[in-house]
């Protein structure tokens, strides 16, 4: 129960997560699927997205190379919209977080907002993904 909290919450596996970031960030996209063992995510939806992240690794090291690689990607976000006058974008970016680990574990805690332009473009990326899959499933023999 205490991890059913939000409009949106589950367990994400690290794979699918890591693709979808791919064409924007290769290198950060690599590090989630090497260094995340787990993402439990809830998010609000009532606007722009308000997402908060449980990340749970294996390895501390791997896991500490991940959170202030997220940590620098939303610095570079939140400063990106604000030089293209994306005030909104900014704003929301704004207001992420990259918590530092628990205690002796790999774990880290992200809270993070996503302006609605960007998570659509993801969400239409994950369809057209499984559209193009389910095409090619149906053509092979």
Known sequence: EADAYGELYGVLKPGPFARVLADENPALARLIEEAA????IH???THDVGV???IEGSDPTRTQDLRKALGTALTLAKLQAEAKGNKNA??????ARVGQADGDSANFHL?????YE???RQLKKC???KQ???AEAARRP
């Open 37 to 40: 063992s787990s993402i439990k």
């Open 43 to 45: 998010a609000d939806v």
């Open 52 to 54: 908060v992240a449980d």
């Open 132 to 134: 193009r899959r389910a």
């Open 118 to 120: 960007f998570l659509e």
């Open 90 to 95: 900014a704003e929301v970016l704004g207001f």
């Open 111 to 115: 809270e993070a907002g996503l302006p």
């Open 127 to 129: 369809v057209a993904d």
